[in-house]
């Protein structure tokens, strides 16, 4: 199974700045099978990117996501006040797994 | 629009069968790949698994000995049954449906949460 780990466990930033979240796979992501979620509290949780790359239907342009291998990046070019959530990647290989989450919280 | 709606006890006994359905509105059951995911209070999401529209199934290997899941067709349902439930087991349940395109979970229930105590 492959285990996904995110970093860091904890963003603390302003609207209108950029963020940065990493998600490593233990191995390398079959068919580059990677997606990326966020979750708001007592909401489930919302697909945002699929593919690595591909954004989900209405998700703006400001969420990006790239990455290859065991390496992906979620990029939210400028913070608005309702990006600050967790959020989650997740791989597909025979099993589909989650990572611990990035909180994305308000400095 | 795609809805789900996931129902059933909110409280369940130790050592008893937690069972859930969700109600799939607004589309058909097929032909589409159905999940249910869980998050313990405060923590992380877990995938349970996955079924098909036809009945094949993909469990995570570690609840697959107490997980079954069905599909009923006519009702547009689709169920859980995780038996011989722990505190460990306490959690909100949702219920999903995959993206067309890939292994993805594009359409969520609500989530229900059920606690399991004496």
């Known amino acids: 199974e492959i285990v996904l780990t995110q970093s860091p466990g904890t963003l603390s930033l302003s609207p209108g700045e950029r963020a940065t979240l990493s998600c490593r796979a233990s191995?390398?992501?079959?068919?580059?099978?990677l997606a990326w979620y966020q979750q708001k509290p007592g909401q489930a949780p919302r697909l945002l990117i699929h593919d690595v790359s591909s954004r989900a239907t209405g998700i703006p342009d400001r969420f990006s996501g790239s990455g290859s291998g065991t390496d992906f990046t979620l990029t939210i070019s400028r913070l608005e006040p309702e990006d600050f959530a967790v959020y989650y990647c997740q791989q597909y290989g025979n099993s589909l797994t989650f990572g611990p989450g990035t909180k994305v919280d308000i400095k | 629009q795609v809805q789900l709606q996931e129902s059933g006890p909110g409280l369940v006994k130790p050592s008893e069968t937690l069972s859930l359905t969700c109600t799939v509105s607004g589309g058909s059951i097929s032909p589409y790949y159905w999940s249910w995911i869980r998050q313990p209070p405060g923590k992380g999401l877990e995938w349970i698994g996955y079924?098909?529209?036809?009945?094949?199934?993909n469990y995570n290997r570690s609840l697959k000995s107490r997980v079954t899941t069905s599909v009923d067709t006519s009702k547009n349902q689709f169920s859980l049954r995780l038996t011989s439930v722990t505190a460990a087991d306490t959690a909100v349940y949702y219920c999903?449906?995959?993206?067309?395109?890939?292994?993805?979970?594009?359409?969520w229930g609500q989530g229900t949460l059920v606690i399991v105590s004496s």
């Open positions: 079924m098909y529209y036809s009945g094949s199934t």
């Open positions: 999903a449906r995959y993206f067309e395109g890939g292994p993805y979970l594009q359409y």
């Open positions: 191995q390398s992501v079959s068919s580059s099978y």
